[in-house]
């Protein structure tokens, strides 16, 4: 399996950016698919997840309080894509972000793979 993100680049506060996560060698529709970050000197953490269904089939979704209202998880199994939109970012979004896949179809359960991820700043 490999997942390769791309999107991140350096933006201002305030600003937008769509993150994505291709996927390849498994049966994308059948997992759960997740985004985690890692700022400089902190731990890995989750940003947003979705199960393998996506919004529109009835899946469901779950989001770090942090970026609650702020970021989008969606994902396009026709494409065997996730995304993740993210409006009013803030400097402290500054991180590399990830791309992970769960070991079924919701995300209550171990990931498996990661992606390699890619660089989001936020700054002035």
């Known amino acids: 399996v490999q997942l390769v993100e791309s999107g991140g680049g350096l933006v201002q506060p305030g600003g937008s950016l769509r993150l994505s996560c291709a996927a390849s060698?498994?049966?994308?529709?059948?997992?759960?698919m997740g985004w985690y970050r890692q700022a400089p000197g902190k731990q890995r953490e989750l940003v947003a997840r979705i199960s393998s269904g996506g919004i529109s089939s009835g899946g469901d979704t779950n989001y770090a309080d942090s970026v609650k209202g702020r970021f989008t998880i969606s994902r396009d199994n026709a494409k065997n894509t996730v995304y993740l939109q993210m409006n009013s970012l803030k400097p402290e979004d500054t991180a590399v972000y990830y791309c992970a896949q769960y070991s079924n179809s919701y995300y209550f359960s171990r990931i498996d793979y990661w992606g390699k991820g890619t660089l989001v700043t936020v700054s002035s």
């Open positions: 060698g498994s049966i994308f529709s059948s997992y759960a």
